[in-house]
């Protein structure tokens, strides 16, 4: 009967009638009640208590009213057990780890990647050095896209905005003397159908060198909002489809490489590409609760599959809302599967996350300022107890960032870690009046949009009917206009504007050549491969498609035989067919 329920009647139903051992006394509030009401009709000025709740105009913000003053009237239902509890038990409001950070520090996760593969792999090489404890590799448009370097779509995108991958041999050439199975890799793949592609060029790569898969360790993205929605190419494969093959990298990868997180529930680019907050959260949710569900309709136990699930969030400019939103998804999740899906395992119920601080929030405009934002969404990520991060550069407005920007990006993270002492004390906002109602409202209005995505049908036809679609232009363009008008204050922008230019800043350089390079290096490949091997292991995916088999041993016998990541587009096109999305305004 569950099945026909959605996630938030399921939640509803589990936990109505528990007891509540409520923090506060009805004597005590009740005194309280009277008190501030006193306070607010004697000492509040009366334009301050018209005006009580504010709503904060922020980038990318969730317009949650404020109210000025906070006090356990907020929050009168608290239960410290049930709301908040002790870090590293359920429900891991305060993080997922009794002692947090003081334990294993986060881990310090800067993108890299442009140009070819030997300019990426002198820069990992970089990072490393200098205090990065992973490697997080970033594609280029091309690459994302799923065409080769000399494919007519690719011309002036090669190695622009992260690294030209075509083969393995690329992959080869980006992880040169990089120890694999000492650092663990994050894979920026995006979609499901590139991360069946990608992922098994790194998986032969390892195969050349010998490592064991089951000493891997890392993260691919491989979320079908990415390659449905927040896509900017111009071929699309359908979203059942999409689906399923998100759904068959997580089969494989969870057999076959047992410490890979094979999945990263993608909330920041979609919200990056223009939704709430609230929004971003609701829809990975969507996702993963669809995906969990499938594996499940596929044999396989809810927690063999769960222990391995990342999300990926983006923490913009609203600093409370960003501590309390990490919180609310670490308790929905939480509830979701122990609730609906009936995990057993603890490490099932853990929202662990990568964050990365907001691009869009990044001005062209006094570019120096962004490292102030930056550093600030930095820290409301570490309150909030993410387990890794990233922290944008400040010319990332205007390029790649130089290796400057880079390190201070790097040194961003290492001040908070080491210097301000916020690491000692495990979720030290908790029990804030303020943050506690905040984590409370953000809850529920998630646990709203998930419900409301369930009842559209589900996550995938919500996507495939473009519920999402428009959401997010609706979204972008109300946003759009608060800019313009001001509402949304953006410091050296449309507010404080400097009267006189300021010194340029230096500006990264792309590396020239990088084309013909790879063009060259793929027509080699072309030329030494053995065609007849290739086109039999692609004729054996397109069956595969189409037969509705499991696609990724099928796309790691093409990259063994030298397949090109173009080659196994090409076969995904003509099995499945194209979608066009909906376009709306």
Not at 129 to 135: D, S
Not at 511 to 533: I, T, Y
């Amino acid at each position: 009967m569950e099945q026909n329920k959605t996630t938030k009647e399921i939640l509803q139903a589990k936990l109505a009638g528990r007891k509540r051992a409520l923090l506060y006394h009805p004597d005590v509030l009740e005194k309280l009640r009277q008190e501030f009401q006193k306070w607010k009709s004697n000492v509040v000025r009366e334009e301050d208590r018209l005006k009580w709740q504010a709503t904060p105009h922020t980038i990318l913000g969730s317009e949650i009213p404020r109210e000025m003053l906070y006090t356990p009237l907020s929050n009168p239902d608290f239960d410290y057990t049930e709301d908040l509890g002790h870090s590293g038990q359920g429900p891991f409001t305060r993080g997922i780890h009794a002692n947090m950070y003081r334990g294993k520090e986060f881990t310090m996760r800067q993108l890299t990647g442009f140009g070819g593969p030997e300019e990426t792999n002198q820069r990992i090489k970089f990072m490393l050095a200098h205090g990065g404890t992973g490697v997080n590799v970033l594609f280029d448009l091309p690459t994302i896209q799923m065409y080769d370097s000399d494919d007519p779509l690719s011309k002036g995108q090669v190695g622009m905005s992260g690294v030209a991958i075509d083969s393995v041999e690329d992959m080869d050439l980006v992880f040169k003397d990089i120890p694999l199975d000492k650092v663990t890799v994050s894979l920026v793949t995006h979609y499901p159908s590139n991360t069946a592609i990608l992922f098994p060029m790194y998986l032969a790569m390892a195969e050349r060198r010998g490592i064991p898969w089951d000493r891997l360790r890392g993260s691919v993205q491989n979320d079908i909002t990415l390659e449905e929605v927040v896509r900017s190419g111009p071929e699309y494969i359908p979203p059942p489809d999409c689906f399923r093959i998100q759904c068959d990298n997580i089969e494989f990868i969870r057999q076959e490489v047992p410490l890979w997180n094979f999945v990263t529930y993608n909330g920041y680019n979609l919200r990056e590409f223009g939704t709430s907050g609230v929004t971003e959260m609701a829809v990975a949710l969507s996702n993963a609760i669809a995906t969990i569900g499938e594996m499940i309709r596929r044999g396989h136990d809810v927690d063999w599959v769960a222990e391995r699930v990342a999300f990926f969030w983006s923490p913009a400019s609203d600093f409370f809302e960003e501590v309390a939103r990490l919180r609310a998804v670490r308790r929905l999740w939480y509830k979701i599967m122990k609730y609906r899906f009936g995990a057993k395992s603890q490490r099932s119920m853990w929202m662990r996350c990568h964050v990365q601080t907001s691009g869009v929030s990044l001005m062209r405009e006094e570019p120096l300022n962004n490292l102030i934002r930056a550093a600030y969404q930095a820290l409301a990520a570490v309150f909030g107890g993410v387990q890794s991060l990233h922290v944008d550069s400040y010319d990332e407005a205007y390029s790649v960032p130089t290796e400057e920007a880079a390190l201070l990006s790097l040194r961003t993270q290492q001040i908070i870690q080491t210097e301000t002492g916020i690491t000692d004390v495990v979720d030290p906002l908790g029990g804030s009046f303020y943050v506690e109602a905040l984590t409370n409202e953000i809850e529920t209005r998630i646990l709203d949009e998930v419900d409301e995505i369930e009842r559209a049908g589900g996550y995938v036809a919500a996507v495939d009917r473009g519920w999402l679609h428009q959401k997010i232009a609706e979204y972008f363009y109300n946003e759009r206009n608060m800019i313009e008008k001001g509402d949304i204050k953006l410091v050296g922008y449309n507010i404080y504007q400097s009267p006189v230019g300021l010194p340029p800043i230096h500006v990264f350089q792309y590396p020239e050549g990088v084309e013909e390079r790879q063009k060259a290096r793929l027509a080699g490949l072309k030329e030494r491969r053995d065609n007849e091997k290739v086109n039999t292991a692609l004729t054996a995916l397109e069956d595969a498609c189409k037969r509705g088999l499991n696609v990724v041993p099928y796309t790691l016998q093409c990259a063994r035989v030298g397949s090109s990541e173009g080659e196994m587009f090409k076969v995904f096109k003509k099995a499945f067919g194209l979608w066009k999305p909906p376009v709306f305004w």
